[in-house]
């Protein structure tokens, strides 16, 4: 789900990264994550030196932004955050977000709203100023705004004068002058055009209104069919992750095609699969292009990509995709199947139905030494013992199991120590084969398995002391 307290994540997509022009200064930073509402999308960005710098766009044109230390409560900027439509790094819509623009530049701030005025409507400046107030002092944006209002009834343009009113009650809720001047006689036409929610009306004559309007209350389904309508003719992107962001989304074939075709305008199809799996859409039976598209990440070497689209899916997968799991649990890092091991259960529960088990067996192989390098013995046992379910002959957990025994008893360290070499823990084994040696310091044998413990780890000089020790004890062996 995206949302007010919801967000994608996939560790398969590369962060966005971004330059950002300040007065004479050019910091380099990466999106950490992006908040639409409505008209409006504020980026955060955090540079190298761990400042967040925060830019506001408005019908994707940059028009403010800054470093801030933190996100004052009540502000637009935390309204967008905790009310707007979320996106989070490393989300592949990010980039589209900021139209692959990889330099920005603040605007001069004393000749901002001059500027804006030769590119936007009056009711618009009044709308945007409302966005600002991280960056300006509200008193000055409600100076700003109240000049605009003032201004269009001046100019007998009553109807424009009342909307940048009603953003000014909204943006400043307690400032007793605008909720006079919205009380007044001259205004009751327009409260009761307002209070209609005649949309298609309205629209007519304030479509910025009816957006904001439809945007806040977008979990109704009348305003959000309204939004929906409106976003159809003039942005797509926002478009897409309102129906992204509905947990109740149709998923109907001709809905899926249509927004199928909307996101490859902005991401890739490998991308745009990704995304349906996070919100529960199973793109092998919604996207007929799915498989192919799955066998280009694997010729492509993208495996954990490839796995991170199957995850869910699993169970729905035919028997034609089988060759396709175990390329994918082949050649995925062990270190991916680790530490997202509760998650290929279900590909491995698919994969034990085959019948390849020599690479099942490698790869169990290749994921317990992964396991062993980082924690103990025991730990990686309890992680298995699921895997243990679906491979009760798998000759890997066998020796796992025996090696737990084999734990508890000291009289028989050298079978242990040849298991902990069998999986590359050559200190292990050295820590076992000691014991025996000390043990029985007349035996040859552990000493000769410690100097090739040595020689295994490449340290050389020790393995030829052990070697020359274990010379020593075969020979008094051969000559008592």
Known sequence: MMGGKGKMDNEMIMPTEISIKDKKKVEKGKVLRAAIFARTKVIEVITADDGNYYLIYYKNSLIYGGKLDKIEEGTFINKAFHEGILIASPHPILTALISHVSVVSIPNKNKLFSQLQLHFSLQEVAHIATTLDSFFEKDQLIGMIDRIFFHLRRSGKFMKSFQVLQLLSDFAPSLKSAKERLDSHEFNTYHNFYHSLDYPSIVQKDPLFVELHCFKNRSHSNERMVLENILCE??????????????????????IEKYTDIALDFITMEEWMLILVQVNINPFRVLPESQSILEKMIQKGNYEQAASCLFKFVHDLPSSYDATLEIIWENCDANFVLSHLDEFAPLLEHLSQTENTKQLEDKLFQLAVNMLNQ??????????????????QSEVMRKINEMIELVEDPDRMMDLGDYYAEFKQFDKAIDCFFWEMELQPQNPSPVRKISKMYQNKGFLKEAAAYQKIYDQLKSNQETG
């Open 375 to 392: 924690h103990e013995l025991p730990s990686v046992h309890n992680k298995l013992l699921d895997i243990e379910k679906l491979y009760p």
């Open 234 to 255: 003039q942005d797509g992107l926002t478009l897409l992750l309102l129906w992204l962001e509905h947990e109740n989304r149709p998923q109907n074939p001709q809905t």
